[in-house]
């Protein structure tokens, strides 16, 4: 099922535009600043691209009413010019909120004034030019029991942070995509539960929320089954779009013997996530979280795996690379002249 067509002249980005399905990285801001080599790769095979940490608040929310919009200046400059779409990452997320915010002494209304105030300013300044945010992300607890995870906002806010969160963001820039993003709720159970139940109560009280991001961070061998078609279906069916928007698929590295095996089960993953956004509806963009191994955040978060991308260190295409565009083609579907 895996094959290197052999068609070495077209980049994923040419596929993707065929297909109708942008594909995307994200990228550290820093690292693009710095190297050409990485710059080039990202024009070359990406038309869609979002920051791995740089448009997080501790980045941009220096101080109440003070913001440092240089990293993020830097990457809608780049997309604007090599004309690729631009993600939002992430408005509200637990584990990206400001010192200063958190063991400040702010009081409820304060807190609801500034985050209002933030989102505004941030959405508002890249206004046309970031296609979609991740307006939440994270908000439901892993456990299912109780759906909302224990968070600052949560406990300073209350739940109606999350609906307030969309329509300022929308108020902002009513022509972005607003999304609900998550992690391990790709499957049907309690978490996917949850993030359904969310997103149909939102839909209900009039919140303007657009789609949800999967999040897709796998592991080698992980094979996509109905449960996961269904899990988006359904999602679908409430008049909502979808994207990929994190995907890596790590590797064991403890015995480093079998590396090549495992880089072909991890092709196979990559391979059924595209065919995921290939052939179901609505899907807006597959985006991986990196590109090269070299920069990676499975190493440092995941000790004992790593190699989770489809470009190795060298930046040489893995065959998750070829899997994932030999899976954009879709001969049966559409004569794209590029995949023949
Ligand atoms: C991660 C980054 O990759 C790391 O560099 C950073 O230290 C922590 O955040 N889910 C998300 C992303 O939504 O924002 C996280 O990114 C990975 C998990």
Same mark, same amino acid.
């Given at each position: 099922?895996?094959?290197?067509?052999?068609?070495?002249?077209?980049?994923?980005?040419?596929?993707?535009?065929?297909?109708?399905?942008?594909?995307?990285?994200?990228?550290?801001?820093?690292?693009?600043?710095?190297?050409?080599?990485?710059?080039?790769?990202?024009?070359?095979?990406?038309?869609?691209? !979002?920051?791995?940490?740089?448009? $997080?608040?501790?980045?941009?929310?220096?101080?109440?009413?003070?913001?440092?919009?240089?990293?993020?200046?830097?990457?809608?400059?780049?997309?604007? $010019?090599?004309?690729?779409?631009?993600?939002?990452?992430?408005?509200? @997320?637990?584990?990206?909120? =400001?010192?200063?915010?958190?063991?400040?002494?702010?009081?409820?209304?304060?807190?609801?004034?500034?985050?209002?105030?933030?989102?505004?300013?941030? !959405?508002?300044?890249?206004?046309?030019?970031?296609?979609?945010?991740?307006?939440?992300?994270? *908000?439901?607890?892993?456990?299912?029991?109780?759906?909302?995870?224990?968070?600052?906002?949560?406990?300073?806010?209350?739940?109606?942070?999350?609906?307030?969160?969309?329509? @300022?963001?929308?108020?902002?820039?009513?022509?972005?995509?607003?999304? &609900?993003?998550?992690?391990?709720?790709?499957?049907?159970?309690?978490?996917?539960?949850?993030?359904?139940?969310?997103?149909?109560?939102?839909?209900?009280?009039?919140?303007?929320?657009?789609? !949800?991001?999967?999040?897709?961070?796998?592991?080698?061998?992980?094979?996509?089954?109905?449960?996961?078609?269904?899990?988006?279906?359904?999602?679908?069916?409430?008049?909502?779009?979808?994207?990929?928007?994190?995907?890596?698929?790590?590797?064991?590295?403890?015995? *480093?013997?079998?590396?090549?095996? $495992?880089?072909?089960?991890?092709?196979?993953? &990559?391979?059924?996530?595209?065919?995921?956004?290939?052939?179901? =509806?609505?899907?807006?963009?597959?985006?991986?979280?990196?590109?090269?191994?070299?920069?990676?955040?499975? =190493?440092?978060?995941?000790?004992?795996?790593?190699?989770?991308?489809?470009?190795?260190?060298?930046?040489?295409? $893995? =065959? *998750?690379?070829?899997?994932?565009?030999?899976?954009?083609?879709?001969?049966?579907?559409?004569?794209?002249?590029?995949?023949?």
């Amino acid at each position: 099922m895996i094959r290197n067509d052999g068609h070495d002249g077209a980049h994923l980005r040419d596929i993707s535009r065929a297909a109708g399905i942008p594909i995307g990285c994200a990228v550290d801001v820093d690292v693009l600043r710095q190297s050409e080599r990485y710059r080039e790769v990202v024009r070359r095979e990406f038309n869609m691209c !979002v920051a791995e940490n740089h448009f $997080k608040a501790p980045w941009v929310w220096t101080g109440p009413e003070t913001y440092d919009f240089s990293s993020t200046d830097y990457l809608a400059d780049f997309a604007i $010019k090599n004309d690729i779409l631009l993600r939002g990452h992430a408005l509200i @997320w637990h584990s990206a909120i =400001p010192s200063w915010l958190e063991n400040g002494s702010f009081s409820k209304e304060e807190v609801r004034e500034l985050l209002k105030r933030y989102i505004q300013a941030l !959405v508002g300044r890249y206004r046309g030019v970031v296609s979609t945010w991740d307006v939440v992300n994270e *908000a439901i607890d892993d456990e299912g029991s109780c759906p909302w995870r224990d968070t600052f906002w949560l406990n300073t806010l209350g739940r109606g942070y999350i609906a307030d969160a969309f329509r @300022w963001a929308h108020e902002a820039d009513p022509t972005a995509k607003l999304y &609900y993003n998550d992690y391990e709720a790709e499957d049907l159970g309690p978490k996917s539960n949850s993030v359904y139940s969310l997103v149909r109560e939102l839909l209900d009280d009039t919140v303007p929320i657009h789609g !949800v991001g999967y999040q897709y961070h796998l592991i080698a061998g992980w094979r996509a089954g109905q449960h996961n078609r269904d899990c988006i279906q359904r999602i679908v069916d409430l008049g909502l779009e979808w994207q990929v928007t994190e995907c890596d698929i790590r590797i064991q590295l403890e015995d *480093a013997d079998d590396v090549s095996e $495992k880089r072909d089960a991890q092709a196979e993953g &990559y391979w059924d996530v595209a065919r995921l956004c290939r052939t179901l =509806p609505r899907c807006e963009g597959l985006v991986m979280w990196g590109f090269t191994d070299a920069y990676s955040w499975i =190493p440092g978060f995941r000790k004992g795996w790593g190699e989770a991308l489809i470009f190795d260190e060298a930046y040489a295409p $893995k =065959p *998750a690379y070829f899997a994932l565009r030999s899976a954009l083609c879709d001969h049966s579907v559409r004569s794209v002249a590029i995949c023949i």
